[in-house]
């Protein structure tokens, strides 16, 4: 007779076997609800008068059940109050999940992270039961593409204090992730008749292989220390730039190229796509406004929450200019019929609350003090290490001196157990610089120092 009750919570599936006594069916059913994890721990069961009723039993045959399991340890029972499930002695725990998944490495110093144990956890479920108990039911609807409306103002709010960026919710899009946004630029590139996007050489493999996949030509962009050089002669007429913070050299694009690359596009009736991931963390006194303020006709401006919050969020957001904004949202409503609406609501709330901006003031700090330690440990060890990108981010390059090769940082590292990264990946072609890409923001607080030693030992190491 199988049996299902809903009581305080539980939803159980009770089948009684066949051609058992009906007590003894009904005892090991139960024990093999709780072995296997369907009944946990403290989970109440139906009085034995309702399961008796439900199962087309005597009431006693389920009373001698529970008192069976009562002496073995599965079941707690107490005068006056229900029976419930005990944690029975020699059963598996329930799995509860480790507060680190199992290292592989001792230390972690790779490119890529924010210390993901600083996410705002409290001010994120103030703002997340916020929006639960303040959003109408319409919104939870497939609703408009291009996100919350919410969310977009505080977006528009958000990014034209912080970043000059010149805007309207309207030409907002939400997205997951920048990985997401330049996806759907380049779709609506090619959909305006663009072939081919300028990448800077170094940039993210992963970025690379996106516009590919949309159907554009890549041409490498050449980059100094003043960031993404015009190139000469005949270029495409998009590019996508990291103007604050190229990744992962860590330039700042200089005032004459941003003029320059914005008058080519705006002259050529091409677009530059900017990516501004990590630009909230900015150490120097100079803040370095967005690009796309300079030419909001040309520039779609994507930014994450990757860095300043988490990856594993999958938010972004893109700000459109009219030329290319239908084509991007038909291309997210494509993709997804648009971004999770609890995310949107919950940072739509970690924005207006300000808490945002403290969580963000907080981890600009934390990220100095690593940037520093760092640099100082570099320092430490001779005047031959050239470090680049250290005005802002999550990570520094460590140029490595002549006669030392990647493959020895690597050897060196993997002595220490650390994870690093180099630049190696980041080249379109030949390499033109040898480095290690130090990700700072990577490992937990706590660790942090542990990291920075086996840094030093490898640097020890290689001289
Ligand atoms: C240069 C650069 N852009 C963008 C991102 C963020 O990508 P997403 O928002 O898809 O997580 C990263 C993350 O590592 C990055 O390094």
Not at 140 to 160: C, H, K, N, T, V
Request: charged share 20%; proline share 8%; aromatic share 6%.
């Amino acid at each position: 007779v199988p049996v299902s009750w809903t009581n305080s919570g539980v939803d159980l599936h009770l089948e009684l076997p066949p051609g058992r006594g009906r007590r003894a069916a009904l005892e090991s059913a139960l024990r093999e609800a709780i072995r296997d994890g369907r009944l946990v721990a403290g989970a109440p069961l139906p009085a034995s008068r309702v399961l008796a009723t439900q199962l087309g039993v005597s009431r006693g045959v389920v009373v001698e059940a529970y008192a069976q399991l009562v002496a073995e340890g599965y079941l707690r029972s107490r005068p006056g109050a229900v029976t419930e499930i005990a944690q029975a002695p020699g059963l598996p725990q329930p799995a509860t999940p480790r507060p680190h998944p199992e290292p592989k490495w001792a230390a972690d110093l790779r490119f890529g992270r924010p210390d993901l144990s600083a996410f705002p956890r409290q001010a994120w479920v103030r703002a997340l039961r916020r929006a639960m108990v303040e959003t109408p039911h319409v919104e939870l609807g497939p609703g408009d593409p291009r996100g919350s409306r919410q969310l977009r103002e505080q977006l528009a709010g958000y990014l034209g204090r912080v970043r000059g960026v010149v805007t309207t919710p309207a030409q907002i899009v939400v997205c997951s992730g920048f990985s997401q946004g330049l996806r759907l630029a380049c779709e609506a590139l090619g959909g305006m008749g663009i072939s081919s996007v300028g990448l800077e050489d170094p940039c993210l493999p992963d970025h690379r292989a996106v516009a590919a996949a949309a159907g554009l030509a890549v041409v490498p962009v050449e980059v100094d220390r003043d960031g993404a050089r015009p190139p000469t002669g005949a270029a495409p007429s998009a590019f996508v730039l990291g103007p604050a913070h190229q990744a992962p050299l860590g330039a700042t694009l200089a005032t004459h190229r941003r003029i320059e690359f914005a008058t080519r596009v705006t002259d050529t009736g091409g677009f530059l796509i900017e990516d501004d991931y990590d630009a909230e963390f900015r150490f120097d006194s100079r803040p370095v406004g967005a690009l796309q303020g300079l030419a909001p006709e040309s520039v779609l401006y994507i930014g994450t929450a990757s860095k300043s919050l988490a990856p594993g969020l999958r938010l972004g957001w893109m700000v459109v200019p009219p030329a290319l904004l239908d084509a991007v949202v038909e291309a997210k409503r494509r993709a997804d019929r648009g971004t999770d609406v609890f995310t949107q609501l919950a940072f739509a709330q970690l924005v207006r609350s300000g808490d945002f901006d403290r969580h963000v003031r907080r981890m600009r700090q934390v990220y100095r003090r690593r940037r520093d330690a760092v640099l100082a440990v570099l320092a430490s060890r001779g005047p031959a290490w050239d470090v680049l990108g250290i005005a802002a981010g999550l990570h520094v390059v460590a140029v490595l001196p002549d006669g030392i090769s990647e493959d020895d940082v690597f050897a060196a590292a993997a002595k220490q157990s650390l994870a690093l990264t180099t630049l190696r990946p980041f080249w379109h072609g030949e390499p033109q610089l040898r480095g290690i890409v130090v990700g700072y923001g990577t490992p937990y607080e706590h660790d942090y120092a542990e990291a920075l030693t086996r840094f030093g030992r490898v640097i020890d190491a290689l001289r």
